[in-house]
Nanobody
């Protein structure tokens, strides 16, 4: 059993920055990969970014590459998503996710564990 608790969502102006946090608890020894997905109303869920538990490997969607940075503090079992240069296209519910499979294998596929989702709204 793994629980993921997210924080940091909110309303920001276009061009601004926001940092999301996700703290994992429970059987964290089973986690190899953590990541972020997002979903806007009426649209498909999108992969955003992922990171290996060790922090040695990362993967980004093309839409956020160069603007978003994923990082991990595995001493705190916490993953972060630093978002900058935000636009209205980044408005979505953001979900933290974790999986038992290593990043090189799972990539952007469905993950085992999910957070509750936190809303990010970018105003124009």
């Amino acid at each position: 059993q793994v629980q993921l608790v997210e924080s940091g969502g909110g309303l920001v102006q276009a061009g601004g920055s926001l940092r999301l946090s996700c703290a994992a608890s429970g059987r964290t020894f089973s986690i190899f990969t953590m990541g972020w997905f997002r979903q806007a109303p009426g649209k498909e869920r999108q992969f955003v970014a992922a990171i290996s538990w060790s922090g040695s490997s990362t993967l980004y969607a093309d839409s956020v590459k160069g603007r978003f940075t994923i990082s991990i503090d595995n001493t705190k079992s916490t993953v972060y998503l630093q978002m900058r240069s935000l636009t209205s296209e980044d408005t979505a519910a953001y979900y933290c996710a974790a999986d038992r499979t290593r990043l090189e294998v799972i990539g952007t596929r469905e993950y085992n564990y999910w957070g509750q989702g936190t809303q990010v709204t970018v105003s124009s």
